[in-house]
């Protein structure tokens, strides 16, 4: 009998084919909705691996409901949707998804501090709307980036990729992180930064932290009185680590200039979100990793974590 495994979303055929055979293959048949929690739980109960999302919890309830499971592997880098210390506990491994989506993600991160800073989708509209009638000295003029000071929060993989960006934007780079990185100092020239000091110093303010019980809404009213009124905060890694009525605040008050996110507390937001509504706010539906080429590379590292896992290999990408 082949192994069982449960994909929780619609994956692309081709992407399945060379796995084709190796397992039988149990999938939600839908692209843009998520599994129903019942469905998720009946299907775990006879699965030995699981292929999931950011979208699904991962909890005790669902670790009891998987007799014979020996692996999820999460297609995102992050696991904040996984109990992993309960997975361990069901002697589950976890896998994600690290390094496949690093420069992917760097790059949307970047573009939204830039599309942020210069106002683009404001400016897109303006044309849009039929606003534009003449050129004039100021119009929809917005924040330069070369020159300026970057504060990386979170010092991962993506992180560097991000700093790496900012050194030929010719920014001076900042960074807070659990702890000192000598490379990223050496070759980047950057700075360390407690917390505090950060804030106050940086221009654009990047949340690339994981969520954990320790930097859960660390961008908080208190972070955001620090921040200059003219910096540009942008958050690329997950909406817990900011209290957006902190932030609703901070940028109607003009404590700080604007925002640019593509994550937030609980996801999908709808229009009427009070973020969505501000000008000085560019939001976009959760895409730091979205470019085919990384989302393909995502699932095949996942699938190759199943096939290790179930075969009584190691997994390639566990967390720890
Ligand atoms: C991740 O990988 O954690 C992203 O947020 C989803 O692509």
Redesign the pocket.
Known sequence: MKPVIYVTRKVPDEVLQPYQDLFEWRMWEKEDVPVPRDVLLREVASADGVLCL?TETVDREFLAAGKNLKIVANM???YDNIDVEAAHEHGVVVTN?PDV?TET?ADLTFALMMATARRLIEAADYIREGKWEYWTPYLLAGSDIHGKTIGIVGMGRIGEAVARRAKGFGMSILYHNRSRKENVERELGADYRDFPELLQEADFIISLTPLTKQTSKMFNQEAFNMMKSSAIFVNASRGGTVDEQALYDALTNNDIRAAGLD?FVNEPISPEHPLVELENVVCLP?I??ASAATRTEMLELCLDNLKAVVNGYDAITPVK
């Open positions: 950011l995102a880098v992050g998804t989506l993600t994550v959760h730091g990793s």
